[in-house]
Nanobody, 124 residues
Framework: QVQLVESGGGLVQAGGSLRLSCAASGRTFSMYTMGWFRQAPGKEREFVAAISWRDRTTNYSDSVKGRFTISRDDAKNTVYLQMNSLKPEDTAVYYC?????????????????WGQGTQVTVSS
């Protein structure tokens, strides 16, 4: 089992940048595919990005492609989400997720491990 703790959220103006971090417990982090999801008020939790455990294949939602970058540092048990050119519609609670040796897909039920979330607010 893995425990996840997100950090790096905050308030930023439209067009600005933020970098989220997710620190994972355990010695087998490199065997987990890692992902980011987000949930805006009144909406369902949606996929943002993921990076695979095996070859670091990445996957992005269309809404963030070209603006967000997911990366991982297995030596630090950490996954990152660099968010550039932020828009007000990016405002949400961002959740880190993990799945054991899985593919970096968008299907939320495939992800068994979740962090508590970090708030990102983008002002116009």
């Amino acid at each position: 089992q893995v425990q996840l703790v997100e950090s790096g959220g905050g308030l930023v103006q439209a067009g600005g940048s933020l970098r989220l971090s997710c620190a994972a417990s355990g010695r087998t982090f490199s065997m987990y595919t890692m992902g980011w999801f987000r949930q805006a008020p009144g909406k369902e939790r949606e996929f943002v990005a993921a990076i695979s455990w095996r070859d670091r294949t990445t996957n992005y939602s269309d809404s963030v492609k070209g603006r967000f970058t997911i990366s991982r540092d297995d030596a630090k048990n950490t996954v990152y989400l660099q968010m550039n050119s932020l828009k007000p519609e990016d405002t949400a609670v961002y959740y880190c997720a993990a799945r054991w040796r899985g593919s970096p897909d968008y299907y939320r039920p495939n992800w068994p491990y979740w962090g508590q979330g970090t708030q990102v607010t983008v002002s116009s």
